[in-house]
């Protein structure tokens, strides 16, 4: 196999020189030196460590620490510890806090050997599971859930994980992020792939109609009812039904759905008899459900039972590395809907769209990329078109009208002052760093800053 980064941490220099030189005469690891806890815990933080070796007692941030701060970081990395007391209870303490295995001081070759074979085979052996779940992955997400961040990861891995239970599923997150289709994709992933997934937009259903479109009612059973009907939680018997918005239904309806998960059964309205149903529930809320029980609007019993399984659906704004991704995408899909050549993008474009607030967040992102297709006339997209596609409607009445050169320089400006504030708060306010990696010189990025009211 390839060399491995390990890093050895330990406060005693010629130790880890000494150390390193042997395990990188003996086995195929490329060794990382450390003097201390805080300098490794950075080297981590900025490199895919995969070995951590750490003593235990060490000044300031010790080994135990260490582990602990590490695996927050990285929950792969595995972590042996050093002690040269070889006290069992160090061995359990550093076991127990997630160390793989440990070693004692001195450390003879026949140990090292002994241990760090273990621990490469391990190495392997995630590493083969990390590519196999990112094949999965790739092949369940093709092309939905757009977005290659961490966060987008840990989401999909969340999917498939939940996709394969058949437990209630509360599906929470802003509104346009996506949680619809996290919901159809739970089912298209589940047992129940074949069966129907019945959507309920309930904020879409009066309130007095609800309880009937959800259960059925029996003929009679109120003004209207001329004939029974089943309801949607029997057209979606043997399925999944996804009831949207679930934070906007009334106490009373809560009761009614409460007892249906307790009891996987359903009553019509005016029918005296129950109905077994068997179907999984999943629900989505952009609402505080926390607040609304505690104000009394929510049942808390209720939330519970939904809330056996939860899903947190990421805003834009926490993932923006994503949103050229989504943008090249949306804008393809959107070119294939108007019989349009695939549109290039400017990379300006790109990075005022990526610096831009969405509070509406990808529903928002995609209806604003359809926009800009429309108002690019040529095969490319650039800031002009973004011009257009801001301008307010009272912009085109006669006496309101902004002259063209004006207009453009306020979207000029709002873009170099969104820009330059990203880049200097990755900086940390550095502005000879946020010249260099602009292309600017400093001075002309002082100058900017200065005209705009930009602070550093």
Not at 390 to 408: C, G, V
Request: charged residues 30%.
């Amino acid at each position: 196999m390839d060399k491995l980064e390990m890093l050895l941490v330990d406060d005693e220099k010629d130790f880890v020189d000494g150390l390193a030189r042997i395990i990188e005469k003996n086995f195929p690891c490329q060794c990382i030196k450390s003097y201390s806890g805080e300098q490794a815990l950075d080297i981590i933080n900025r490199d895919e460590i995969k070995i951590l070796l750490t003593d235990l007692r060490m000044p300031g941030l010790n080994g135990i620490e260490l582990i602990k701060k590490a695996q927050k970081i990285n929950p792969d990395i595995t972590s042996i510890i050093l002690t040269a007391y070889g006290s069992i209870e160090s061995a359990v303490e550093a076991v127990k806090i997630g160390a793989y295995d440990f070693l004692t001081k001195p450390v003879s070759l026949e140990q090292l050997r002994l241990v760090l074979s273990k621990v490469l085979e391990r190495v392997k052996i995630l590493e083969e599971n990390k590519r196999l779940k990112q094949k999965l992955i790739a092949s369940c997400f093709a092309k939905e859930l757009v977005g290659e961040t961490l966060i987008m990861q840990r989401l999909k891995e969340k999917i498939i994980a939940v996709a394969n239970t058949d437990f209630t599923v509360l599906i929470r997150g802003e509104s346009g992020t996506g949680k619809e289709l996290v919901a159809k994709k739970i089912h298209q992933l589940s047992r129940r792939k074949h069966k129907p997934l019945v959507s309920v937009n309930c904020p879409a259903i009066p309130e007095t109609l609800l309880e009937s479109e959800l259960f059925g009612h029996k003929k009679g059973a109120f003004t209207g009812a001329n004939n029974s009907r089943d309801g949607l939680f029997k057209k979606a018997d043997g399925g999944t039904i996804l009831l949207d918005e679930i934070g906007d239904i009334s106490l009373e309806v809560q009761a009614k759905l409460l007892r249906v998960l307790q009891e996987k059964e359903i009553r019509p309205v005016g029918s005296n008899t129950s109905i077994k149903c068997d179907v999984r529930i999943l629900a989505t809320t952009n609402q505080d459900l926390e607040t609304k029980i505690a104000k009394g609007l929510f049942r808390e019993d209720l939330f519970y039972r939904l809330n056996v399984l939860e899903i947190k659906v990421p805003s834009l704004r926490e993932r923006r590395e994503d949103i050229p991704l989504l943008v090249s995408y949306f804008v393809g899909i959107t070119c294939k809907e108007l019989g349009l050549l695939e549109k290039e993008i400017s990379p300006e474009v790109l990075a005022y769209l990526s610096s831009k607030e969405w509070p509406g967040n990808v529903r928002e992102l995609q209806n604003f990329v359809r926009r800009l297709v429309v108002f690019s006339p040529g095969n490319k997209i650039e800031l002009k078109s973004v011009n257009l596609v801001e301008l307010d409607d009272n912009i085109y009445s006669q006496e309101n009208i902004i002259p063209y050169k004006t207009y453009k320089k306020q979207i000029l400006d709002n873009f170099t002052r969104s820009y330059f504030k990203k880049v200097l708060q990755i900086t940390g306010g550095n502005i000879s760093e946020a010249a260099r990696i602009s292309g600017i010189e400093r001075v002309s990025l002082q100058k900017i800053m200065k005209r705009l009211g930009i602070k550093s």
